[in-house]
């Protein structure tokens, strides 16, 4: 392959729109950050000065969340991608049930949407981390790539000797801007009246810094697909890259290209396919927490293909694994073990031992705290298949949390430890309600928990 095979690649008009130049420099980042605050605020002023007029009431999070600070706000955040794009796909997925419907709109829009560098850029990057004559160790490589998203973007190539590839290149200055990245959407968030100042969340952005830190390592991802794959041998349902270690960089990620369509397809399956599929997944969340005591703790839904002809699992994007803690993994098994057996007393106890929930909650508001485990207790002790699609429960518990979380007395955010597993089961629950699966959750729960035994506390799993 020469220059001019890869240079001269064909583009669409569509292609060229999304080609945009990641910004490398603090202080080309710095300036973009700048540009959005200045371009909200000026929204914001147009915005109250036409309800001023019109006699309209002003509130904050209005006044940020107009069409135009929405479009503002998802296109620079796109344009940034790194920190800034993958904090505000974490808040998405992580309180989906709770964020105003404008922000939510922002949010699914930087899911689903990335730009990716133009060719020039790309090459720089590759000649960088290959070196120049880069392209020799390829029959082709595409520029057009084949996902986008907030740290790197993926392409395919063939290399001399007939392997198919997927190859993940990491965005210029990603990693050096994550901290400045997280401390500056949190700025906007605070602006825009979503991040209380009762809530002390310096623990909480020490621990998203360290995991995007990691997530940018490509080394250390190279590292944790390569034991999901050892993990996971001889499983039947799923399918996980083998690493290319002799092209894998700290920046770019080489594997084995595996085919495969949106996991979202899988709706459109006959159920039982569906369902049985789905089941193999919360099978392995399962596993994950209470026999690898390893997660990967990203549940977006890009990080699973689904092939029609098998029905197989394609896992891929590993640089959120991240060890479970014995004590959490523990917590959850106690609750689960108390909730099977509908003891509300003991599935509270386990809920304030394991750090899930302040005893000041329980204490200030019994009832509905126990409401709530009533309605969960209901839910997963049936013996039959759960219907993800049937989140009529969610308003109900819900309802319950937004009262209590009127009290600020009861503000506290639980073990960060807990945050990370919580966060893939709950995006997994979203999956399987999008999916309409039903599956028999608590056979699965039985089964994994007799297959499996307790973490010694203090020892690393």
């Known amino acids: 392959m020469d220059d001019d095979d890869f240079d001269k690649t064909p583009r669409t008009r569509e292609d060229r729109a999304r080609e945009k130049a990641v910004p490398s420099g603090r202080m080309a980042r710095f300036g973009t950050f700048g540009r959005l605050v200045g371009g909200v605020a000026g ?3 147009a915005e109250g000065a036409r309800r001023l007029s019109s006699g309209e009431r ?3 999070r209005d006044l940020v969340l107009t069409p135009g600070n929405v479009r503002r706000m998802t296109d620079k955040l796109s344009h940034l991608r790194g920190a800034a794009m993958k904090m505000g796909q974490m808040i998405s997925l992580d309180a989906g049930d709770y964020l105003p419907p404008e922000l939510g709109e922002i949010l699914a829009r930087l899911r689903d949407q990335a730009n990716f560098m133009p060719t020039k850029q790309l090459d720089r990057v590759l000649k960088r981390e290959w070196g120049q004559d880069w392209r020799r160790q390829f029959k082709w490589f595409n520029p057009r790539p084949i996902a986008a998203a907030s740290i790197g973007q993926v392409h395919k190539a063939m290399t001399r000797d007939g392997q198919e590839l997927a190859i993940k290149v990491q965005y210029p200055g990603v990693a050096k801007s994550i901290d400045s990245d997280v401390d500056n959407v949190m700025t906007l ?9 009762e809530l002390e969340i310096d623990k909480l952005l020490a621990a998203a810094k360290k995991q995007l830190h990691e997530e940018a390592d490509y080394t250390r991802e190279g590292e944790q697909m390569a034991l999901y794959r050892e993990r996971l041998a001889g499983v039947e349902g799923f399918v996980v890259p083998t690493l290319h270690e002799d092209l894998t960089r700290g920046s770019i990620l080489a594997m084995s290209f595996e085919d495969g369509v949106s996991i979202e397809e899988l709706a459109n399956e006959p159920p039982e396919r569906r369902d049985m599929v789905f089941g193999r997944l919360l099978r392995l969340v399962a596993r994950e927490l209470f026999d690898f005591g390893v997660m990967q703790t990203d549940p ?24 479970v803690d014995p004590g959490v993994a523990n917590g959850y098994r106690d609750m689960l073990i108390a909730g099977l057996q509908g003891n509300r007393e003991e599935v509270l106890k386990a809920t304030i031992d394991a750090g899930f929930m302040m005893p000041i909650v329980a204490e200030k508001h019994p009832d509905r705290v126990n409401r709530m485990i009533d309605i969960v207790i209901n839910e997963m002790r049936e013996d039959a298949p759960f219907d993800f699609g049937d989140r009529a429960f969610i308003p109900e ?10 009290d600020k007395d009861t503000w506290a955010f639980p073990p960060i430890e807990t945050l990370f597993v919580q966060r893939k089961v709950s995006g997994i629950a979203l999956l399987g309600a999008r999916l309409k699966a039903q599956v028999n959750v608590r056979r699965i729960t039985e089964e994994v928990l007799a297959e499996t035994e307790r973490f010694p506390v203090g020892d690393a799993a």
Not at 189 to 197: C, D, K, Q, S, T
Not at 301 to 316: C, E, Q, S
Not at 397 to 406: C, S, T, V
């Open 397 to 406: 518990l819900r309802g319950e949390g937004m009262e209590i979380a009127q």
């Open 58 to 60: 002003i509130s904050t």
């Open 300 to 323: 977006n839904f890009a990080n699973f293909r689904y092939r029609r002809d098998t029905g197989d699992i394609v896992l891929l994007d590993f640089g959120a694994c991240r060890p």
């Open 43 to 45: 929204g914001m002023a």
């Open 189 to 197: 968030l605070r602006i825009a009246g979503f991040a209380p100042p």
